[in-house]
């Protein structure tokens, strides 16, 4: 079937600088999609999601782009935090508000050097 | 806030051995899912349940099965285990009523030996 792929499996980021986590998805059927971080140990964490019919969203510290055209999603974490160093997951769904068949992506490694 | 909660954290079971992993989801939530995340893989959907029924299937082996019970809390059994099954597997819940986003348990790491 169709996955959702990223860009860069490992990143690394000085702390206070921003970082940019990627992902590509292949199906354009997909209308929601949620940003996940993942410690070790602990199961994913919800960070973020967005609807097809936006192209941005913000929460505190993280935005979600969203690309339609190239089917591309991007995570945004401002003044990256030692905290923030973990696994994000790209997520996308298909089966329709409030049933969750998610389709993750590979995962990138952010490390955050103090 | 209360999250989702899984049991045990971790099991040990031997090849052929049978497993059972709880899953109590966040209160008010209807819809319960379960993943199965091998070693530096990103999460399978297995199984997801609404209201007590099977909602939708994914790559659940045969030997597996999963129930909800109407306290809404879901058990996922699993029978003739094979080396291959350790991973950690992970509960989460949603609420299709309040269209809430999928929250994620800490999962129960099964190793079989």
């Known amino acids: 079937g169709e996955n959702v792929g990223l860009h860069l499996p490992t990143l690394s980021v000085q702390e206070g600088d921003n970082s940019i986590i990627n992902c590509a998805y292949s199906n354009s059927a997909s209308d929601y999609f949620i940003w996940y971080k993942q410690e070790s140990g602990k199961g994913p964490q919800f960070i973020i999601d967005i609807r097809s019919n936006m192209d941005k969203r913000q929460g505190q510290r993280v935005t979600v782009l969203l690309n339609k055209t190239v089917k591309h999603l991007s995570l945004q974490i401002a003044a990256t935090q030692p905290g923030d160093s973990a696994v994000y997951f790209c997520a996308e769904n298909m089966a329709g508000a409030g049933s969750y068949q998610l389709t993750f992506g590979k995962g990138t490694k952010l490390s955050v050097i103090p | 806030a209360a999250g989702v909660i899984q049991s045990p954290r971790h099991l040990i079971k031997e090849k052929r051995e049978t497993a059972t992993l709880k899953c109590y989801p966040i209160p008010r939530h209807d819809t319960v899912y379960w993943y199965q995340q091998g070693p530096g893989q990103d999460p399978q959907f297995l199984i997801s349940f609404y209201e007590k029924m099977q909602s939708d299937k994914g790559s659940i082996p045969d030997r597996f099965s999963a129930q909800q019970f109407s306290d809404y809390h879901s058990e996922l059994n699993m029978s003739s285990l094979e080396l291959g099954d350790s991973a950690l597997y992970f509960c989460?819940?949603?609420?299709?009523?309040?269209?809430?986003?999928?929250?994620f348990g800490n999962g129960t790491r099964l190793t079989v030996t």
């Open positions: 989460a819940s949603s609420s299709k009523t309040y269209n809430s986003p999928l929250h």
